[in-house]
């Protein structure tokens, strides 16, 4: 199993168990992108230490492969000056040198092959931490809009309500009660305001006959001059 794969398993565990018992996704999603964060910091060692041993085996097998070169060219020069125990021994060497190259090849190969798969995961995993990124501002503008939403159904159910509903019922009685009495209050004062004009025009027609009284003798007492 691949280390990525590994930090992969190991995150997804930890954020199933977390989605479990999470009260605010918001800070949850936050807190995913910063163990994705985490994550790939691990990954970059893992790939810059398999990037170091993939250089290490090129370096041995390109100086492996030097000398091979190095020992043929002078096994050539001693054979031109008549040495040929001279060449036969740098002969050897490159033989030599060149078993190392080609043990050196290999494992520099397959060191090669790693890397590369590392640099392919960690490209993937990096990509899929930007499109994390990218709808966190979105899934964070869902969650919020749900806990408004739930907070105006609890609202609300508060208003649709047995009690609720008895209250405003019972409110709305108060209320027609009020309004009766305050008829009947005003119909009352009708009632008394018409028998007060009653009363006050039996007080006016009185003060009329006497005006006609006295007008009648003042005129008597003028023709008896």
């Known amino acids: 199993m691949s280390i990525f794969k590994r930090i992969k398993d190991v995150t997804l565990s930890n954020l199933n168990a977390v989605i479990d018992r999470a009260e605010d996704p918001e800070k949850l999603l936050d807190q995913y992108l910063l163990d994705m964060e985490k994550d790939m910091k691990e990954a970059e060692k893992s790939v810059a230490k398999q990037i170091s041993i993939e250089k290490k085996f090129k370096k041995q097998m390109d100086d492996a492969r030097d000398m091979r070169d190095k020992r043929q060219s002078q096994a050539e020069k001693a054979l031109e000056k008549g040495n040929e125990d001279l060449a036969r021994r740098a002969l050897e060497d490159k033989n030599k040198h060149q078993e190392t190259m080609d043990q050196l090849s290999s494992s520099y190969e ?87 004009d009653e009363l006050d025009a039996l007080d006016k027609n009185d003060v009329d006959d006497e005006l006609e009284t006295l007008k009648s003798k003042m005129k008597e007492k003028k023709e008896t001059e």
Do not use: C, P, W
């Open 110 to 196: 397959n060191a090669r092959q790693s890397s590369q798969q590392l640099r392919d995961q960690l490209h993937d995993m990096k990509n899929e931490y930007e499109k994390m990124k990218a709808k966190k501002e979105t899934l964070k503008a869902r969650a919020s809009s749900a806990k408004a939403q739930k907070q105006i159904n609890d609202s609300m159910s508060g208003f649709a309500s047995e009690n609720a509903s008895a209250g405003f019922d019972r409110m709305s009685e108060k209320v027609d009660e009020l309004e009766a009495q305050a008829e009947t209050s005003r119909e009352m004062r009708s009632s008394n305001t018409s028998l007060d």
